[in-house]
């Protein structure tokens, strides 16, 4: 075999390789799943998310944990601008980043119709929070996604006075 066909040949069966090998592989969100889920406290759960609620609240606290503002603002939902929830974020990771390293339960209320509140017990601080959760873009094209409009630090943080103190034992929705 000539040089230039062993190398024609080379190149052929590289390009087949990498081809197989990259539609073989999982996606990038797919891999940024794993990859979090792995690196993280697994997240307890009472009540009855739906797979979407549970992914949405997971990678709320994983953003928390990790003290990354920008990604947790990236689940804001889209009635407030970018500004006010990347501030709100920023308070978020402050006020609950060390809690959520910890053990976390997140209690889901009610069903995942189009909204859900869920509260977040961080257990190593004692401390919990209330999200507001609802289906975001025209009929809920974009997922679910997290209410992050609060930019006053006292507000963002207060403690939901219409949820239990201790996770597991379920009320039924807040007022809207």
Not at 126 to 154: F, Q, S, V
Request: net charge negative.
């Amino acid at each position: 075999m000539t040089q230039n066909r062993t190398s024609a040949l080379f190149a052929a069966v590289l390009t087949l390789a990498v081809v197989v090998v990259y539609l073989g592989l999982p996606s990038d969100p797919d891999v940024e799943y794993t990859n979090d889920y792995a690196d993280h406290t697994a997240l307890q759960v009472a009540g009855y998310p739906s797979s979407e609620t549970l992914e949405v609240v997971q990678k709320a606290v994983w953003r928390m944990a990790d003290g990354d503002a920008g990604r947790l603002s990236a689940l804001a939902t889209s009635d407030g601008s970018k500004t006010r929830a990347l501030t709100n974020a920023k308070i978020w990771v402050e006020a609950f980043g060390k809690g959520a390293q910890g053990r976390v339960t997140a209690e889901f209320m009610g069903p995942a119709i189009d909204r859900q509140a869920v509260v977040l017990y961080f257990h190593d601080t004692g401390r919990r929070m209330a999200l507001r959760l609802r289906l975001d873009g025209n009929a809920g094209e974009d997922g679910w996604k997290i209410g992050m409009n609060e930019t006053d630090p006292k507000t963002a943080t207060a403690e939901p006075t219409w949820a239990p103190t201790a996770p597991g034992t379920g009320v039924p929705l807040p007022p809207r």
